[in-house]
């Protein structure tokens, strides 16, 4: 089954509708593949599939070595399985496999904003044109009157993984930092709000020319050796340069802001913040992308209870539920504790527990 008319999405299985006993037939793309060996030796496959609303954990146990050289990693893939559960997850063991050759509907496998990005983009205009400095407002206009920039700036994601991984990521991300930005500018009066709303504008551009988007978000060879902070930062410095009266001091102030961004040297900053207004910019950009990120984890989780499966890159589990009420402990229980406690309690403890005793 290719997916590619109105039927045919009505009849595709979303990944996140999955259930345990479902039996599993369509297309889904190969995000991930590693072959690997039973206890006996008998070689089998790990997938990981996805669509555009979310990702599925899948096992070939049977004819792995057969089915492994008929397509890679990336590939579009037809499959039939079962969903089962293993440790908590729903994971499919799949029966049969084969590669769709030919295009592909994209909109099936990237998944796009739920926000509209003609308006985000409307919102944004009207952000920047409360910036009041000369030369940051011609420079933010020199982006925004750029059809080619605004037309990749508004599909492209914010990232490959983790927060706003998906189509118009990028523009919802930038908006929701330059609308933090003008909050924090306006709690902090000492703040350069021009100098700060230009920097959450312009701190992730580079990112249209670091990621590219086909079937899946990978990053370009462009992507890959520069990244998108020397990115961002070499479109601005054209665009300063075609501007050829812009402020030396501010120009310097604004790259910091970019080049800071991300905060610490571990983090793939190049520079960490050395004024407020990057110190501000970098903690209001990780505030947005981590709570993007975390709420998109949580909200997907398949975990049963009020936990989520252990988070490898917070090295945690998160709480998406309720807090399960205390059961009452039983008179033996808390006789049983006491008795406990007195098998440790000191001489000085007992006179101690005595004085407080008589002091009620």
């Known amino acids: 089954m290719t997916v590619n008319s109105t039927d045919d999405y009505q009849q595709h299985l979303w990944v996140k509708d999955?259930?345990?006993?479902?039996?599993?037939?369509?297309?889904?793309?190969?995000?991930?593949?590693?072959?690997?060996?039973?206890r006996r030796s008998t070689p089998f496959i790990s997938l990981t599939l996805a669509d555009r609303t979310g990702e599925i954990e899948a096992k070939v146990w049977d004819r792995a070595e057969e089915f492994s050289s008929v397509f890679r990693e990336g590939d579009v893939v037809e499959l039939e399985g079962h969903a089962g559960s293993y440790r908590g997850q729903i994971q499919i063991t799949v029966s049969g496999l084969?590669?769709?050759?030919?295009?592909?509907?994209?909109?099936?496998?990237?998944?796009?904003?739920?926000?509209?990005?003609?308006?985000?983009?409307?919102s944004l205009r009207h952000s920047l044109r409360e910036v009041k400095d000369a030369h940051l407002r011609t420079l933010n206009e020199s982006f925004l009157n750029d059809r080619e920039f605004v037309s990749l700036f508004k599909k492209a994601p914010a990232a490959k993984r983790f927060h706003h991984n998906y189509l118009g990521g990028l523009l919802e991300h930038t908006l929701s930092v330059c609308r933090l930005t003008k909050q924090v500018a306006e709690h902090y009066p000492q703040l350069d709000c021009d100098l700060l709303l230009t920097g959450a504008f312009l701190h992730d551009i580079g990112k249209?020319?670091?990621?590219?988007?086909?079937?899946?978000?990978?990053?370009?060879?462009?992507?890959?050796?520069?990244g998108h902070v020397m990115l961002s930062v070499t479109m601005v410095e054209e665009k300063i340069t075609e501007a050829k009266d812009f402020p030396r001091d501010l120009a310097i102030r604004l790259k910091h802001l970019?080049?800071?961004?991300?905060?610490?040297?571990?983090?793939?900053?190049?520079?960490?913040p050395k004024f407020l207004e990057a110190f501000a910019l970098h903690l209001v950009d990780d505030l947005d992308a981590k709570?993007?990120?975390l709420g998109r984890f949580m909200e997907r989780d398949r975990q049963e209870g009020a936990w989520t499966d252990y988070n490898r890159l917070f090295g945690r589990y998160f709480l998406k539920g309720e807090i399960l009420p205390v059961e009452k402990e039983t008179d033996e229980g808390i006789g049983a504790v006491e008795g406990q406690q007195m098998l440790f309690t000191t001489d000085s403890d007992l006179q101690s527990k005595r004085r407080l005793d008589s002091s009620h």
């Open 18 to 38: 999955i259930k345990e006993e479902d039996s599993v037939r369509g297309c889904y793309l190969v995000k991930g593949k590693k072959m690997g060996t039973t």
């Open 98 to 122: 084969r590669p769709v050759r030919g295009e592909m509907d994209p909109d099936i496998f990237l998944e796009s904003t739920p926000m509209d990005p003609s308006e985000m983009m409307k």
């Open 208 to 226: 249209i020319k670091e990621l590219a988007c086909h079937l899946k978000f990978d990053y370009t060879d462009e992507g890959r050796l520069l």
């Open 258 to 272: 970019i080049l800071s961004h991300h905060g610490e040297y571990e983090f793939g900053s190049p520079k960490r």
């Open 291 to 293: 709570i993007n990120g």
